[in-house]
Structure formats: C-alpha cells, structure tokens
C-alpha cells in the first residue's frame, strides 16, 4: 500500500472516530448526568461518558499516528493539517475536562468548536490527497 494510500485511510480512520466521539458525547449529554460548580463529573461515572474518554484515548493516538505518517510520506499540506487536528484534539480534550470539572457552557461549547476544528483538517487531508490507481 503506498504511503498516500495510507494517509488517506488514516485520515478516513480518525474522521469516523471523531463521529463515534460525537455520538457518545451527545449520548451522554442527552442521558447523562450534568456536572455543577460545586460538584465534578468522574470521567467514568457512568457508561456513555466512559465510552466517550475511551474514544478520546483512542483518537488521540491515532491522531499522532497520522502525523508521524504525514512526516515519513514528506506530506507538507496533510502534516500541517494533521498538526492542526491533533492540536484541536487536544483541546476538545482539555475543554471536555473543564466540562465535568465545572459544566461550563464554555467548556461544553469548547469542545464543539474543537471537534469542528479537528473534522475539517482531517476532510481537507481526504479532498487533498490522491485516490484510485494514479496516486503518487
């Protein structure tokens, strides 16, 4: 499989993972408890919010796979953009934390904004990158 071939099924890779991310949080956020000032959310308080950290765990991993391919494939417009995703992960991240810190709507809106961020990178690197037999 070529290296581009394999940027583009990576790519592939953490768009679906961000929908699953998606799903379980907005899951959560329908079904689960709400977190106040006075009282935090554990991060595996209940199963929807555990299902969303775990995923968490797993994008991010797979967020910095796709950069170390990105740089071995010499990729320069897919490593800035997977550099711009994981960045926008890591935020999601940091903002999903302050949300079961404190509900924050900030926070809450933080990982909205992030998680738009991030899904947008990965698409540019699908649009980007050359599919089918006369990919480089």
Partial sequence: MSATRRLRMAS????????LE??????????GPYPSPGKSLGLFSN????LHVIVAILLLISAIVLVIRAVSARQRLVLWT??????????????????AHDGAHGSAL????????AM?????????????????
């Fill in 110 to 117: 933080g990982m909205l904004l992030a998680f738009a961020i």
């Fill in 120 to 136: 947008a990178c990965y698409v540019v690197n699908l649009v980007v990158l050359p599919s089918g037999p006369g990919e480089s």
């Fill in 82 to 99: 997977s550099v711009a995703g994981l960045i926008a992960i890591i935020a999601a991240g940091g903002s999903g934390i302050g949300y």
């Fill in 47 to 50: 199963g929807w919010i555990a």
């Fill in 12 to 19: 592939l890779g953490v768009i679906s993972t961000l929908i």
């Fill in 22 to 31: 998606f799903i379980f949080g907005a899951i959560h956020g329908v079904y």
